[in-house]
């Protein structure tokens, strides 16, 4: 039971300075002491967080016992089926990110010193449906696995990450994009999809052009 409690912890330390090092608080304190290397913040925590990666998985999967559950029979298919569905909806939805951004190529490249995210509000059609698709799809992939002790632990401390994360995330983007934000917030549900609660593509457009306006990014 003890290493269950160490690999809980692991899981939970990783994410919470995975977090830390994501807020505004943590990008302006690097832009006031890092100067010129600013521009590789973004590449460095990307590094970092798949080397910080490492131990948690090892602790995890250096534990393994008998499964608590396996998805057997009808109930296997609709498992496997689920998670092929979420891998996909993944891979298709990169082509509606900036992956120069994301990965931290574009700062380098441009010399971006601005601790803030550049790139404009863009709801993409699954942010049509939940706020934080890939934490939604996140959690498909690991409920509908079979789990043993040390991976169900993980899997709790990785959804407790994506509720609580996606939290955190949704301030800064009230920072960023404004009252726009709040209205997108507002008409579209944050994690699990709800088909009364989707925007149409038109609302999807209206509000990201209202939050490219320049008066329109505000704090909330």
Same mark, same amino acid.
């Given at each position: 039971? #003890?290493?269950? +409690?160490?690999?809980?912890?692991?899981?939970?330390?990783?994410? *919470?300075?995975?977090?830390?090092?994501?807020?505004?608080?943590?990008?302006?304190?690097?832009?006031?002491?890092?100067?010129?290397?600013?521009?590789?913040?973004?590449?460095?925590?990307?590094?970092?967080? &798949? !080397?910080?990666?490492?131990?948690?998985?090892?602790? =995890?999967? !250096?534990?393994?016992?008998?499964?608590?559950? *396996? +998805?057997?029979?009808?109930?296997?298919?609709?498992?496997?089926?689920?998670?092929?569905?979420?891998?996909?909806?993944?891979? +298709?939805?990169?082509?509606?990110? #900036?992956?120069?951004?994301?990965?931290?190529?574009?700062?380098?490249?441009?010399?971006?010193?601005?601790?803030? #995210?550049?790139?404009?509000?863009?709801?993409?059609?699954?942010?049509?449906? &939940?706020?934080?698709? +890939?934490?939604?799809?996140?959690?498909?992939?690991?409920? =509908?696995?079979?789990?043993?002790?040390?991976?169900? =632990?993980?899997?709790?401390? !990785?959804?407790?990450?994506?509720?609580?994360?996606?939290?955190?995330?949704?301030?800064?983007?009230?920072?960023?994009?404004?009252?726009?934000? *709040?209205?997108?917030?507002?008409?579209?549900?944050?994690?699990?999809?709800?088909?009364?609660?989707?925007?149409?593509?038109?609302?999807?457009?209206?509000?990201?052009?209202?939050?490219?306006?320049?008066?329109?990014?505000?704090?909330?």
């Amino acid at each position: 039971m #003890d290493h269950l +409690w160490l690999i809980f912890a692991a899981w939970c330390g990783y994410f *919470a300075l995975h977090s830390a090092l994501a807020s505004l608080t943590a990008k302006r304190w690097a832009a006031r002491r890092l100067g010129a290397w600013m521009p590789y913040y973004r590449l460095l925590y990307n590094g970092l967080a &798949v !080397a910080l990666l490492i131990p948690p998985l090892w602790l =995890t999967y !250096a534990h393994r016992g008998p499964p608590l559950w *396996a +998805w057997t029979g009808w109930a296997g298919w609709l498992a496997d089926g689920l998670a092929l569905v979420a891998v996909g909806l993944f891979l +298709w939805s990169l082509r509606f990110y #900036d992956g120069g951004e994301f990965l931290g190529l574009r700062q380098v490249k441009q010399g971006q010193r601005a601790p803030e #995210d550049q790139e404009t509000l863009h709801i993409s059609p699954l942010h049509r449906h &939940v706020r934080h698709p +890939w934490y939604a799809l996140g959690l498909v992939l690991l409920w =509908t696995r079979d789990l043993d002790p040390s991976q169900l =632990t993980a899997t709790i401390a !990785a959804s407790l990450y994506f509720v609580i994360g996606s939290r955190l995330e949704e301030r800064k983007l009230l920072t960023y994009h404004g009252e726009a934000y *709040a209205r997108y917030r507002a008409r579209a549900p944050g994690l699990i999809p709800r088909p009364w609660r989707r925007l149409s593509a038109a609302e999807a457009r209206a509000i990201a052009q209202d939050a490219a306006r320049p008066e329109a990014n505000h704090d909330a």
